[in-house]
């Protein structure tokens, strides 16, 4: 059984600020277009896409941010082709990028990276599953 909340994400993106909402809407339009058999969730206040129904296997994510950008998150960003330089963050794994209107999640660029990460999925999250049980035994 899971533990994830039992809010759509309909239920979710009805609730943000109208200006936040379209931006969020637009990447969920994508992020299903790109990733059409990945599990869709709320989990942490975002719209998180995981290889499984938990929301530990989540390969990437949506989080409006109070600040009027939503981001859009990337568990293994710092392993993506970015030619483009969208990708934020220096940490070993994740990196985001800051989508400040309709018209920058329509970018090209951005859908490539979605589909990169849903490809890399399987191979990524068995990496991880692997170090986890390295580390348990």
């Known amino acids: ?59 990437c994510f949506i989080a409006p941010q109070k600040k009027g950008y939503v981001n859009f998150g990337f568990f293994f960003g710092a392993s993506l082709p970015d030619p483009e330089h969208l990708l934020v963050g220096e940490g070993k794994r994740m990196r985001h990028i800051k989508v400040r209107s309709v018209e920058d999640a329509r970018n090209p660029a951005l859908e490539k990276l979605i589909a990169a990460t849903w490809k890399e999925a399987p191979e990524s999250m068995a990496k991880i599953h692997t170090r986890q049980k390295k580390n348990k035994g």
């Open 1 to 59: 059984m899971s533990n994830l909340p039992s809010i759509s994400v309909e239920e979710y993106l009805a609730k943000l600020p109208a200006d936040i909402q379209a931006v969020t809407r637009e990447l969920v339009a994508v992020a299903r277009r790109n990733m059409s058999n990945a599990h869709e969730f709320i989990y942490h206040d975002a719209v998180g896409y995981s290889v499984s129904a938990s929301p530990f296997d989540r390969i």
